[in-house]
DNA sequence: GTCTATAAATAGATAGAC
DNA sequence: GTCTATCTATTTATAGAC
């Protein structure tokens, strides 16, 4: 490949994340891809051989991404479960795009079909991130912790921070509903992670 | 309005409900929601003007019968606050078509700016039942309780319920990810309210 | 109110020149 | 690899007969 096509590919895939994202699939146009990222309509086909394959690809990197990215802050910098979460948190709100991506499509039949079944299921399978908030609790609570409680942690903090992710960027930014500045939101999330690691302690 | 176009009309939104919620807004034409309704392609835009009309409409009959729904749930039976909480995510997954949709939409950037600049601007601010969940803590615990604490506790629960309803319904049942059986689910609702409880007393 | 027919725009994808 | 041009199918919406 020389430079020239690779960052064509790179254009278009930076455009259509973006795209997608705010559009969804169906509701963005190759033409629209192709226009905003600054290359030949023609191009997008070439590259990606077709449109779905181009948002599987995009689904598949962001993912990574986002476990190897949440993975490499606990292994760098080792931080207690709360200040880990407040971590996530953030990275959510930055990254939205993708998050927001990967959430329509799951809650997709269609796509989370053609998700699933591809190669892409074994990585797909629990939350980015699920192990490492696994392991911080572990971390602070020792071994002497049921699996069942382990979970149930793990839900209650990770859907926690994912809701908050999302409403922050979509409802808490236009609306003054109370308690809603990223402060407020932080100030929650090491509020249940301490609620949490207590129950767990007192089991 | 004759017995037959109301009948019509209820087809239709019968149909494009469970169109817009697994297939998106962009993924659904109105010819499939006419075969699906199985009524005249050109009833539905005799009917709701447009395809952006029907989709506000449905939205906007979702949200309310799923607040006063909520709302009647908590005024007949008086439910303790993880009973309410319990009975909040049997409701969701089994409308779950409403609940997607409705998500969906507040993810996307335009359907949203399009949804608050509309009169239903008022009634969309908070989460459906939202303030019955409010009333139920309030009754468990006395009026001895600050907004923040209250709203914290909101957040918390409305956040685990409406992420395991909408879990439940796309990863758990495909998957076989550990402790999300729909009893596990429950026990585990029931667990996050007692714990909140038992923060929001000891403050 | 319901139907057929069709207008007008846009979609994804590809062929072929360069 | 990139471009223009175009094919084919589908979209929303509407006009007009019944």
């Not at 990222?37 to 962001?62: M, P």
């Not at 991404?65 to 959510?92: G, I, T, W």
């Not at 299921?121 to 392991?135: C, R």
Request: negative net charge.
């Amino acid at each position: 490949m020389t430079d020239q096509s690779i960052e064509t590919k790179s254009k278009i895939m930076e455009a259509a994340r973006i795209l997608f994202a705010n559009q969804g699939f169906e509701g963005t146009s190759v033409r629209e891809i192709a226009t905003s990222a600054d290359v030949n309509v023609a191009s997008v086909n070439y590259h990606f051989s077709n449109k779905e394959n181009l948002f599987a690809e995009i689904l598949r990197i962001g993912y990574l991404e986002c476990s190897q990215n949440m993975r490499a802050l606990y292994e760098n910098e080792k931080p207690s479960l709360e200040d880990l979460l407040v971590h996530f948190f953030n990275y959510f709100i930055q990254k939205s795009h993708d998050l927001v991506s990967l959430f329509k499509m799951m809650m997709s039949t269609q796509h989370s079909h053609h998700l699933m079944s591809q190669g892409s299921g074994d990585q797909l399978s629990g939350p980015p991130g699920g192990k490492v908030i696994e392991e911080a609790i572990l971390k602070e609570m020792g071994e002497g912790i049921s699996q069942e409680d382990l979970h149930f942690a793990v839900r209650c903090l990770f859907s926690h921070v994912i809701h908050s992710s999302i409403m922050f960027n979509c409802c808490f930014k236009q609306n003054k509903i109370p308690f809603t500045t990223r402060a407020d939101i932080e100030k929650g999330i090491r509020r249940l992670s301490r609620i949490l690691l207590i129950d767990l302690k007192n089991i």
